[in-house]
């Protein structure tokens, strides 16, 4: 074989870690460990807990879901510097994609698919929001964690969501989150960033306040945490990913929250809102889970028709994998669903507290569920009043959620061949919301240099970008 040439001149070397994942699944393979997914034995316990979709009462032709609109983020932090690796610019994004279910039906029936009605039938949108992560500062002389305040309070006010008869900013939105759907949050519940200060609670509105303790500058946006996962050492790209979540959080809160005040009496009872995860807030940001499950229970209340219809899919993780387990080992049928308890819960995460899992984290319920044609997906739901999780096992039983119906429906209407257990919807705001590899990390490390105001690159050469992987 020929090796390739380096623009040296020199051969191509093989990489010092090109054997490493190899070297690693070797060692894990001689390793002594137990993974719950391998080892599918004793499954008559199971029984009781799996319900044949034909006991989860479908809903009638006339009510069925016409249209999916989802929701998926995408973020990346990529290294601006020749030289200075630890110099890190972030970008956080999440796309929205309508789906006219009607159409994408009436086009199966056909012969041949119209291009044309199928463009027609979906319709995007994007957020998009970056900043400097590590390494580099909004100005000189502050502390990364004091750049991460103030750059968020500036995105926040700066970045809107704008979607037909939609216009409001992420700090709208996040005042929204913290009232109801009819009247937004005038201030919001903020703890003092600076160490030593324990002032906690204090209620900041939109142009923010000033602790009464240590006269620090507060931010309406400090309520989301994220300075708390920022260190001076590392990419941050935990704090990152926690921004992305929150975005999509408040983009659901957005749409969801247009059609509920303009379209209450016919979009938003036919509609399926799908977020691309679990209905859940992790880290810092946790506590937002209550806020989300508040608002979304009283926009139900205040909703005489039915809606919003709500879910996330899940597709990764410990549970993911048991899913798909139990889907080849045959102990789920398409069309069955799997009443997640604790019981489940303790088997596949081993939790030393099983009966409280989730309580911290998630505002929808998990269900595992195996579509008419086979894809198996993990499913959170909201129930409509009350607590998916709690100290006490939550509420785990099918019949506490109403929407289940018509979710599965959605669910078997809209398999997606592109991915595996696959959506439609998912894929089209995934389409949208993902930075491409190659091409697109160059353009990222382009536009990140000009905002922090470096050459295109540190020693002056022209920056080529790398051919787009297929």
Same mark, same amino acid.
């Given at each position: 074989?020929?090796?390739?040439?380096?623009?040296?001149?020199?051969?191509? %070397? =093989?990489?010092?870690?090109?054997?490493?994942?190899?070297?690693?699944?070797?060692?894990?393979?001689? #390793?002594?460990?137990?993974?719950?997914?391998?080892?599918?034995?004793?499954?008559?316990?199971?029984?009781?807990?799996?319900?044949?979709?034909?006991?989860?009462?479908?809903?009638?032709?006339?009510?069925?879901?016409?249209?999916?609109?989802?929701?998926?983020?995408?973020?990346?932090?990529? +290294?601006? %510097?020749?030289?200075?690796?630890?110099?890190?610019?972030?970008? #956080?994004?999440?796309?929205?994609?309508?789906?006219?279910?009607?159409?994408?039906?009436?086009?199966?029936?056909?012969?041949?698919?119209?291009?044309?009605?199928?463009?027609?039938?979906?319709? @995007?949108?994007?957020?998009?929001?970056?900043?400097?992560?590590?390494?580099?500062?909004?100005?000189?002389?502050?502390?990364?964690?004091?750049?991460?305040?103030?750059?968020?309070?500036?995105?926040?006010?700066?970045?809107?969501?704008?979607?037909?008869?939609?216009?409001?900013?992420?700090?709208?939105?996040?005042?929204?989150?913290?009232?109801?759907?009819?009247?937004?949050?005038?201030?919001?519940?903020?703890?003092?960033?600076?160490?030593?200060? &324990?002032?906690?609670?204090?209620?900041?509105?939109?142009?923010?306040?000033?602790?009464?303790?240590?006269?620090?500058?507060?931010?309406?946006?400090?309520?989301?945490?994220?300075?708390?996962?920022?260190?001076?050492?590392?990419? &941050?790209?935990?704090?990152?990913?926690?921004?992305?979540?929150?975005?999509?959080?408040?983009?659901?809160?957005?749409?969801?929250?247009?059609?509920?005040?303009?379209?209450? =009496?016919?979009?938003?009872?036919?509609?399926?809102?799908?977020?691309?995860?679990?209905?859940?807030?992790?880290?810092?940001?946790?506590?937002?889970?209550?806020?989300?499950?508040?608002?979304?229970?009283?926009?139900?209340?205040?909703?005489?028709?039915?809606?919003?219809?709500?879910?996330?899919?899940?597709?990764?993780?410990?549970?993911?994998?048991?899913?798909?387990?139990? #889907?080849?080992?045959?102990?789920?049928?398409?069309?069955?669903?799997?009443?997640?308890?604790?019981?489940?819960?303790?088997?596949? @995460?081993?939790?030393?507290?099983?009966?409280?899992?989730?309580?911290? @984290?998630?505002?929808?319920?998990?269900?595992?569920?195996?579509?008419?044609?086979?894809?198996?997906?993990?499913?959170?739901?909201? +129930?409509?009043?009350?607590?998916?999780?709690?100290?006490?096992?939550?509420?785990?039983?099918?019949?506490?959620?109403?929407?289940?119906?018509?979710?599965?429906?959605?669910?078997? %209407?809209?398999?997606?061949?592109?991915?595996?257990?696959?959506?439609?919807?998912?894929?089209?705001?995934?389409?949208? =919301?993902?930075?491409?590899?190659?091409?697109?990390?160059?353009?990222?490390?382009?536009?990140?240099?000009?905002?922090?105001?470096?050459?295109?690159?540190?020693?002056?050469?022209?920056?080529?970008?790398?051919?787009?992987?297929?």
């Amino acid at each position: 074989m020929m090796p390739y040439r380096q623009i040296t001149g020199s051969p191509e %070397r =093989a990489s010092r870690t090109s054997h490493a994942q190899a070297a690693v699944r070797a060692a894990a393979d001689r #390793a002594v460990f137990h993974v719950p997914a391998e080892h599918i034995r004793d499954i008559a316990w199971l029984g009781p807990r799996v319900v044949p979709r034909g006991q989860v009462a479908r809903p009638e032709q006339a009510s069925r879901l016409s249209s999916v609109i989802a929701i998926d983020g995408s973020q990346m932090a990529v +290294p601006v %510097r020749d030289g200075l690796p630890s110099v890190r610019y972030g970008y #956080a994004q999440a796309a929205a994609a309508y789906l006219d279910l009607d159409a994408l039906e009436a086009q199966r029936r056909e012969r041949f698919v119209d291009p044309v009605a199928l463009h027609e039938a979906v319709n @995007t949108a994007l957020v998009s929001l970056d900043l400097p992560t590590a390494g580099a500062y909004t100005r000189e002389g502050i502390s990364i964690q004091q750049s991460w305040r103030e750059a968020v309070d500036r995105l926040f006010a700066a970045k809107r969501i704008e979607v037909n008869r939609l216009d409001q900013s992420l700090l709208d939105l996040l005042f929204r989150l913290h009232g109801t759907p009819a009247h937004p949050a005038t201030s919001v519940p903020v703890n003092c960033p600076r160490q030593g200060c &324990n002032s906690r609670r204090l209620q900041v509105g939109r142009r923010g306040g000033t602790c009464p303790g240590c006269r620090t500058r507060l931010y309406a946006t400090d309520v989301l945490r994220l300075h708390d996962e920022v260190l001076e050492e590392g990419s &941050n790209q935990a704090a990152l990913g926690r921004l992305m979540q929150t975005v999509e959080l408040l983009v659901l809160i957005g749409l969801s929250t247009l059609l509920w005040d303009q379209a209450r =009496a016919d979009l938003l009872p036919s509609t399926l809102f799908i977020l691309d995860g679990p209905l859940a807030m992790y880290g810092p940001s946790a506590k937002l889970r209550a806020r989300a499950l508040e608002y979304f229970q009283a926009m139900t209340h205040t909703a005489p028709h039915g809606g919003p219809y709500l879910c996330g899919v899940e597709k990764s993780g410990a549970m993911a994998d048991y899913a798909r387990a139990l #889907a080849r080992h045959d102990v789920l049928s398409p069309g069955d669903l799997l009443t997640v308890d604790d019981k489940v819960i303790s088997v596949v @995460t081993q939790a030393d507290n099983p009966r409280a899992y989730g309580a911290e @984290t998630y505002w929808g319920r998990k269900f595992i569920y195996r579509s008419l044609d086979g894809r198996v997906l993990v499913l959170t739901v909201p +129930p409509p009043r009350g607590a998916p999780y709690d100290d006490h096992g939550g509420q785990p039983e099918p019949s506490a959620y109403p929407t289940l119906s018509a979710v599965l429906d959605v669910i078997d %209407r809209t398999g997606s061949s592109m991915f595996q257990d696959g959506l439609i919807p998912v894929a089209l705001a995934h389409g949208t =919301a993902a930075y491409p590899i190659g091409v697109g990390t160059d353009v990222l490390r382009l536009v990140a240099r000009r905002k922090l105001g470096l050459p295109a690159s540190a020693t002056g050469e022209r920056v080529t970008p790398r051919p787009q992987a297929s």
